[in-house]
């Protein structure tokens, strides 16, 4: 039990925090999918009994897809950039993060939304370079929501100019199916995991901008063929960039600051 | 699991047009999942059932229609059936195809009463 608010258990709802004030946290705004919203309507005076269809034909994540076209119209009309970084879990995303904001955060104002199911370890790392961040645990969930980076946004008063990454709950799969709002999407792989991750999971490569290929120190000591991935990764996206780099190394970080700045 | 938030997403747009209506319950619902649309079948019928409780469609029967995957060869335009999006153009042996159909995630209808 939650002792601010008294909210149940924290496992299964989505919580958003700030490092150091973890007993302020705050829910996701608007209603809640676990309340009963149907009740009301019971009461409703013109009850039709005899049963009848209704043509829906809408997309079942409309109502995301509309949330995120507000997130960039807002972003949009602030001139924020926000970016909605993917992978699976382990593949460098929060590194590439650190390294980037201890490069970078002379010339840029950074943001960072986090995304985990448990933990504020990565909004702690993030923390520790001296830029905003929040939180957001999904609990159960696999992948962030329009409608987290909404509550999250309205928290932070992201000022003019300024760069918002985003870090997706690490997995290849669910993530690809949410318009969180980004500008650009992109998705990060690394050499260990093997070379065919294009082909096993080609809804995120489909629908992402940048692939970084990170980890690239380790291409000596792995079977990791470049080509091969490039090759899979454009047959699915013909208009995908691809950025090789190692965090660890240094090595292709001016290219990734260079694509930023681009795109930025 | 993103089947859970897509059920509920379904859900939540049937009570909507079912609302709108003045309709007191939803008998039956009628979506459409296209098979490269990243959703697994299986995992959305099961996430249904949890989704409908404490809903307007709690009592509601569903129908998962499966919509076929069709892709386009980037090399030759060829539009051919697949299930994949890493197939070979069985016209001209290319790789690298376009998605045509097959993407559909889509509530189509509900019956209400």
């Given at each position: 039990?939650?002792?601010?608010?008294?909210?149940?258990?924290?496992?299964?709802?989505?919580?958003?925090?700030?490092?150091?004030?973890?007993?302020?946290?705050?829910?996701?705004?608007?209603?809640?999918?676990?309340?009963?919203?149907?009740?009301?309507?019971?009461?409703?005076?013109?009850?039709?009994?005899?049963?009848?269809?209704?043509?829906?034909?809408?997309?079942?994540?409309?109502?995301?897809?509309?949330?995120?076209?507000?997130?960039?119209?807002?972003?949009?009309?602030?001139?924020?950039?926000?970016?909605?970084?993917?992978?699976?879990?382990?593949?460098?995303?929060?590194?590439?993060?650190?390294?980037?904001?201890?490069?970078?955060?002379?010339?840029?104002?950074?943001f960072v939304i986090e995304g985990d199911q448990q933990t504020?370890?990565?909004?702690?790392?993030?923390?520790?370079?001296?830029?905003?961040?929040?939180?957001?645990?999904?609990?159960?969930?696999?992948?962030?929501?329009?409608?987290?980076?909404?509550?999250?946004?309205?928290?932070?008063?992201?000022?003019?100019?300024?760069?918002?990454?985003?870090?997706?709950?690490?997995?290849?799969?669910?993530?690809?199916?949410?318009?969180?709002?980004?500008?650009?999407?992109?998705?990060?792989?690394?050499?260990?995991?093997?070379?065919?991750?294009?082909?096993?999971?080609?809804?995120?490569?489909?629908?992402?901008?940048?692939?970084?290929?990170?980890?690239?120190?380790?291409?000596?000591?792995?079977?990791?063929?470049?080509?091969?991935?490039?090759?899979?990764?454009?047959?699915?996206?013909?208009?995908?960039?691809?950025?090789?780099?190692?965090?660890?190394?240094?090595?292709?970080?001016?290219?990734?600051y260079q694509w930023l700045r681009e795109n930025s | 699991m993103?089947?859970?938030?897509?059920?509920?997403?379904?859900?939540?747009?049937?009570?909507?047009?079912?609302?709108?209506?003045?309709?007191?319950?939803?008998?039956?619902?009628?979506?459409?999942?296209?098979?490269?649309?990243?959703?697994?079948?299986?995992?959305?019928?099961?996430?249904?059932?949890?989704?409908?409780?404490?809903?307007?469609?709690?009592?509601?029967?569903?129908?998962?229609?499966?919509?076929?995957?069709?892709?386009?060869?980037?090399?030759?335009?060829?539009?051919?059936?697949?299930?994949?999006?890493?197939?070979?153009?069985?016209?001209?042996?290319?790789?690298?195809?376009?998605?045509?159909?097959?993407?559909?995630?889509?509530l189509r209808s509900i019956l209400v009463e």
């Open positions: 039990m939650c002792d601010t608010c008294g909210c149940g258990s924290e496992d299964e709802e989505v919580i958003l925090r700030k490092p150091g004030k973890e007993g302020e946290h705050f829910h996701l705004e608007g209603e809640d999918h676990l309340h009963h919203h149907g009740e009301d309507l019971g009461q409703s005076h013109h009850h039709h009994h005899e049963a009848r269809e209704i043509v829906v034909e809408q997309n079942v994540l409309s109502r995301n897809d509309l949330l995120a076209e507000r997130n960039r119209g807002y972003f949009e009309a602030r001139g924020v950039t926000a970016f909605n970084l993917v992978s699976s879990p382990g593949a460098g995303k929060t590194s590439l993060l650190e390294q980037t904001i201890r490069d970078l955060k002379e010339e840029k104002k950074f504020m370890h990565d909004a702690e790392r993030i923390d520790a370079t001296g830029v905003p961040v929040i939180q957001i645990n999904t609990g159960n969930g696999c992948h962030l929501d329009a409608r987290m980076i909404h509550t999250a946004v309205k928290e932070m008063d992201i000022p003019e100019g300024a760069v918002l990454m985003i870090e997706n709950v690490g997995n290849l799969v669910c993530p690809s199916l949410f318009d969180l709002g980004e500008h650009k999407r992109v998705v990060v792989i690394s050499v260990p995991e093997g070379d065919d991750k294009p082909v096993k999971y080609p809804t995120m490569f489909r629908s992402s901008h940048l692939c970084i290929i990170n980890k690239t120190d380790l291409l000596p000591y792995v079977d990791f063929d470049l080509e091969k991935v490039r090759e899979y990764a454009r047959q699915v996206n013909p208009e995908i960039e691809i950025l090789e780099l190692s965090v660890k190394t240094g090595e292709g970080m001016d290219r990734w | 993103h089947e859970l938030s897509i059920a509920m997403s379904i859900v939540d747009l049937a009570e909507e047009y079912a609302a709108k209506e003045e309709a007191q319950r939803v008998l039956e619902m009628e979506i459409e999942v296209g098979e490269l649309s990243g959703v697994v079948t299986e995992a959305l019928d099961f996430a249904m059932e949890e989704a409908v409780a404490g809903t307007l469609c709690e009592k509601a029967r569903w129908k998962i229609i499966p919509i076929p995957g069709e892709v386009r060869c980037r090399a030759c335009g060829h539009v051919f059936p697949s299930d994949s999006l890493f197939s070979d153009c069985p016209r001209c042996g290319q790789a690298g195809v376009e998605l045509v159909r097959g993407n559909e995630m889509r």
